[in-house]
C-alpha cells in the first residue's frame, strides 16, 4: 500500500512538471477483466504460420487463450461446441474481429519523443496517438530532446494508463568526453529510471569506461556511430546490445579511411548524408563478411532504420505521401525543409546523380542486412521518425515494407517488428501472441501478410464483386492489456492537425 501511495504521489509529481505546452490527454484506454476478440486469424509473432480463425481470451494485461473460434452467442457467451461441451464463460468486452489479422503490438526501435518542431509545439499525445493508431504498442526512445525526467515519467504515466501512449523504454544519451565523467553520467541515467544508454563517441578510452561502468549497473548501450573512429567492430567488442542505422558497418570493412572528396567536412551535414550514400560500395566483401561475423559473436542487435533514409534515394516521393495531408503537422513539414541549420533537412542541391548513388547504397544495404538475419543475427524494425520527411506511426510501416524489398518474408517482418524487438530490449514476456504472455495487441483490417500497407491508418484499396472498397487500417491496438480504439485515436490526430493548421503561425507558407 505505501508503495502505491509512493507510486501515485510520484505520479502526480511528474505530471505538475508538464506545465509547458498542451498535456496530454487523460487516455481512453480501457482494461477489461475479460475481453475475448473473437474468430481472427492469428500470426504469432514467433515466426509461425499464420493460424485460425482463433479465439483470443485477455484477462486483465495477461493473454489467457488463443484457441480455435467456437460460434458465440449475442450474450458473449460461447455456445456448444462442435464436441457437445457446454461452457458458461461470459467476457466484459467482445471484439468479432471476424476478417480480420491479429498479431503482436510492434516494437519500434527507435522512436524518439518530440513535442514540438521548429519551436512551435503540438499537443503531447499527437505522436503517442500516431504509434498506437498504427498498432505500435512499445517504443525504444534513443535519446530525447524532451529530457530523460519527462520520458521516464511519459512511461510510468503510459504504463499506468494516465495518458494514451505505448510502452516507453527510455534509453539516454551520454556524451561526455571525459572518463570520470561518462562514468558520473551513467550512474545518474540509472538512478532517474533510464533502461539504457545511446552512445556516439569518437573516443575508444571514454567508451570503455562506459561500457565498464555500464556493464555493473545492467544498462544496455544502443549506438548511433556516425562516420568514425569507433567503427561496428570496436563498438561490438566494446560491448553493445545494438547498432542502430548501419553507420560503422560498411566503415570498418574499407580498407583505409573513407574515400570522401576533397571538399568533405564531416561537420557539414550535406556533405556527411550525400556522401555516407557511397560507403557500402566502397566496403570489400569478404571484410564485410568478417564485420558481420563479429556483430554475431558479440550478440548485436541491428535496428537499421532503412525508411529514414529513402528520400535520399526518391526525394520528391518522399516529400508528396499521401499522409502528409491529414496527419503531419504543419511546423514538422516546415522543419523537413531544405535548410542547412536542422538535423536532417539537407536536400538542397539533391542531384539525380544523387538519387543514383544513394539507390545502389540501399540495394547493397539490404543485401548485407538480409545477410545478417541469416547467418542469426538478430534484426528488428526501428523508425527515428520526425526527421527526413518520415512521419510518426507511418514510417515504422514503412520500414517494415522496405524489409520485404530487402527480401525478407513478411512473416519474418512482422517477427523483427515483434519478438525480435522484445528479445533485444531484454523483454522476456512481449512480442508473442501466447498464453501467458503480456496483452501487446494489434487487430487489423486486412492480411498483412498479402499487403504490408493494410497498417497505415491511411488504408488500402481493395476489389470486392467488381467494386474498390476502402479497408486496412489497425481496428485496435491492446498494450498491457489496455484496449485502444486505433481509428478514434487516429481521429483524433487528424483534428489536432486541422487545429494547429488554423491556430498555429507559421514560419513558412505552404506552397
Ligand atoms: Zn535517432
Known amino acids: 500500500m505505501a508503495m502505491r501511495i509512493a507510486a501515485i504521489l510520484a505520479i502526480a509529481l511528474a505530471s505538475t512538471s508538464f506545465a509547458q505546452g498542451t498535456a496530454p490527454a487523460p487516455s481512453s484506454g480501457v482494461r477489461y477483466n475479460r475481453l475475448l476478440i473473437r474468430n481472427a486469424m492469428v500470426i504469432d509473432g514467433a515466426g509461425n504460420p499464420a493460424r485460425g480463425p482463433m479465439d483470443i481470451v485477455v484477462e486483465g494485461s495477461t493473454i489467457r487463450s488463443v484457441r480455435p473460434a467456437r460460434p458465440i452467442n449475442e450474450f458473449g457467451t460461447p455456445s456448444r461446441s462442435a464436441t457437445g461441451a457446454a461452457s458458461a464463460e461470459t467476457y466484459d468486452r467482445v471484439i468479432d474481429a471476424t476478417g480480420m489479422y491479429v498479431t503482436p503490438g510492434i516494437i519500434d526501435m527507435h522512436g524518439h519523443i518530440h513535442f514540438s518542431r521548429n519551436g512551435i509545439s503540438w499537443p503531447k499525445d499527437y505522436e503517442y496517438k500516431l504509434w498506437l493508431g498504427h498498432g505500435i504498442t512499445t517504443v525504444r526512445e534513443p535519446g530525447s530532446g524532451e529530457g530523460m525526467d519527462t520520458t521516464v515519467a511519459h512511461a510510468k504515466l503510459s504504463s499506468a494508463n494516465r495518458i494514451a501512449a505505448p510502452t516507453i523504454i527510455p534509453y539516454v544519451v551520454v556524451e561526455s568526453e571525459n572518463p570520470d565523467s561518462a562514468r558520473a553520467q551513467v550512474r545518474r541515467v540509472k538512478a532517474g529510471g533510464g533502461a539504457g544508454l ?27 556511430l556516425k562516420i568514425q573512429e569507433v567503427d561496428a567492430i570496436r ?46 560500395r566502397q566496403a570489400d566483401s569478404a571484410r564485410l563478411s568478417a564485420v558481420l561475423d563479429t556483430m554475431l559473436a558479440h550478440n548485436v542487435t541491428w535496428d537499421p532504420t532503412l525508411a529514414v533514409y529513402e528520400a535520399n534515394r526518391d526525394l520528391d516521393r518522399a516529400r508528396t505521401l499521401p499522409w502528409f495531408r491529414e496527419y503531419a503537422m504543419p511546423q ?39 545477410e545478417y538475419a541469416a547467418r542469426g ?5 526501428g523508425s527515428d521518425a520526425g526527421f527526413i520527411y518520415h512521419l510518426y506511426g507511418f514510417a515504422t510501416i514503412r520500414e517494415m515494407e522496405l524489409h520485404q524489398e530487402a527480401g525478407f518474408h513478411p512473416i519474418e517482418i512482422i517477427q523483427q517488428a515483434t519478438s525480435n524487438g522484445a528479445k533485444a530490449l531484454g523483454l522476456s514476456n512481449t512480442g508473442i501472441v501466447r498464453p501467458g504472455f503480456m496483452a501487446d495487441l494489434a487487430i487489423i483490417d486486412g492480411n498483412p501478410l498479402h499487403n504490408m500497407k493494410v497498417f497505415y491508418g491511411t488504408g488500402v484499396d481493395v476489389e470486392r464483386d467488381g467494386k474498390v472498397e476502402h479497408r486496412g487500417g489497425v481496428r485496435y491496438t491492446i498494450k498491457q492489456g489496455i484496449l485502444f480504439d486505433a481509428q478514434r485515436l487516429l481521429a483524433d490526430v487528424r483534428r489536432m492537425v486541422e487545429e494547429a493548421k488554423r491556430s498555429t503561425p507559421q514560419t513558412k507558407a505552404a506552397p
Do not use: C
Open 198 to 224: 545511446k552512445l556516439f563517441i569518437n573516443r575508444p578510452d571514454v567508451w570503455a569506461a562506459i561500457s565498464d561502468e555500464a556493464r555493473k549497473l545492467d544498462l544496455p548501450i544502443a549506438t548511433d
Open 332 to 370: 514538422l513539414m516546415a522543419f523537413y525543409e531544405p535548410n542547412p541549420e536542422r538535423h536532417g533537412s539537407y536536400h538542397f542541391d539533391w542531384t539525380t546523380a544523387d538519387e543514383i548513388m544513394w539507390r545502389e547504397n540501399m540495394r547493397l544495404w539490404e543485401k548485407w542486412l538480409r
Open 235 to 280: 563498438a561490438s567488442q566494446l560491448g553493445i546490445r545494438s547498432l542502430e542505422h548501419w553507420y560503422g558497418i560498411p566503415d570498418a570493412a574499407i580498407p583505409g579511411p573513407q574515400r570522401f572528396p576533397d571538399y568533405y567536412s564531416y561537420d557539414k551535414e550535406s556533405d556527411r548524408f550525400r556522401w555516407a550514400g557511397d560507403l557500402w
Open 377 to 381: 543475427g538478430n534484426v528488428t524494425i
